[in-house]
């Protein structure tokens, strides 16, 4: 049967194959992506200025001690800290790959079309003017990440919606957005929060609260790119190739920018104005799996959490015993590969 296969349907078999070889090549780069997360979490729990051992490290994940020196560091230092990079780069990640198949735009992330500053706009102000609603910061967050999303989006639209309209547009969404939060920093200096760190991006001194009550709004905001991630592939077609096989593009448009606001803002609501990640990491994830966002989107849950974890370590032990704010770490990288993208062949027919 395998010969007659081979002979009736000589295509359809070798398309077979290459679909399996490729398909079991992606799983091999979840699993190894998977591999490097677990490994930076450990260096990240165990690496600082009192170095924690890998034996202390199991004894207090499998008895939750916190009696002893290392079992505090452990469970009120590291692991929130490293739970917030990995959430932080991950849900990052996840809302720039939405963003740059939704809008069409390889240049699209969350800090290079306002997305970001939205999100640190409407924090601050709530800092600044409803100090007893901290509580709020991640749905503050969110609504700061949507306002910025569908301003661009609408702008571009208007404009006639090219790819470097949408650039564009983001710069100067960002830029006013940027303005105002300013603006209240300067005339309200008493904000009760971190600005410098705000601003820059940093993880030093998050809380397990503030990571446990963010972490439900980005799990929630992955799961739905997860299960939508073929309605994804088909939006990419062309809406009225999508219409054609039973979607409703506008409708999906508004859901996809909706996570990806959400992701966005509640990644910021915690970790501050972190760039880059969701630029770098989506580009990444396709040179090792493809467009296909069926393995993308989780790809990018791993790669981001990772990328995010080894520049808040680089950051840590650089210049030990001073820290820097993982942001400048970022932007040193992700500075360089925007220009890389903007420069190359790819990314100038792409704004075409």
Request: some cysteine; hydrophobic content about 55%.
């Amino acid at each position: 049967d395998g010969l007659k296969a081979m002979n009736i349907w000589p295509g359809f078999s070798i398309r077979t194959s290459l679909n399996k070889e490729r398909a079991g090549r992606r799983e091999a780069i979840l699993l190894v992506s998977g591999v490097l997360l677990l490994v930076l979490a450990a260096a990240s729990i165990c690496m600082g200025a009192v170095p924690v051992t890998l034996r202390e490290l199991a004894e207090a994940l499998t008895t939750g001690e916190t009696a002893t020196s290392a079992g505090r560091i452990i469970w009120f230092v590291r692991m929130p800290r490293t739970l917030a990079a990995i959430l932080a780069g991950s849900a990052l990640a996840v809302s720039g790959a939405v963003l740059q198949t939704v809008l069409n735009n390889p240049l699209a992330s969350p800090s290079i079309i306002g997305v970001n500053a939205g999100s640190g706009l409407f924090t601050i102000a709530l800092a600044a003017f409803f100090p007893g609603a901290v509580r709020y910061t991640p749905a503050a967050a969110f609504l700061g990440a949507l306002f910025a999303v569908f301003a661009v989006y609408g702008i571009a639209r208007k404009t006639g919606a090219s790819r470097m309209t949408i650039v564009l547009s983001g710069v100067a969404v960002s830029s006013f957005l940027s303005a105002f939060t300013d603006a209240i920093l300067t005339f309200v200096p008493d904000t009760q929060m971190n600005r410098m760190a705000f601003l820059i991006g940093s993880f030093s001194g998050v809380s397990m609260d503030q990571v446990r009550f963010a972490a439900g709004y980005i799990l929630f905001g992955v799961a739905v790119s997860v299960v939508l991630s073929y309605d994804m592939n088909v939006l990419v077609l062309g809406e009225e190739t999508a219409a054609s096989l039973g979607l409703r593009p506008g409708l999906y448009r508004m859901v996809f920018l909706v996570t990806a606001a959400l992701l966005a803002g509640s990644a910021v609501s915690f970790s501050g104005l972190i760039g880059f990640v969701g630029l770098i990491v989506p580009h990444a994830g396709r040179m090792l799996v493809g467009q296909d966002n069926r393995y993308l989107i989780p790809l990018c849950v791993l790669l981001g959490g990772a990328f995010t974890l080894g520049c808040d370590i680089i950051a840590r032990v650089l210049f030990a015993p001073f820290e820097l704010p993982v942001g400048i770490v970022m932007s040193f990288l992700g500075g360089p590969f925007f220009i890389y993208l903007l420069l190359s062949r790819k990314g100038r027919k792409s704004l075409d």
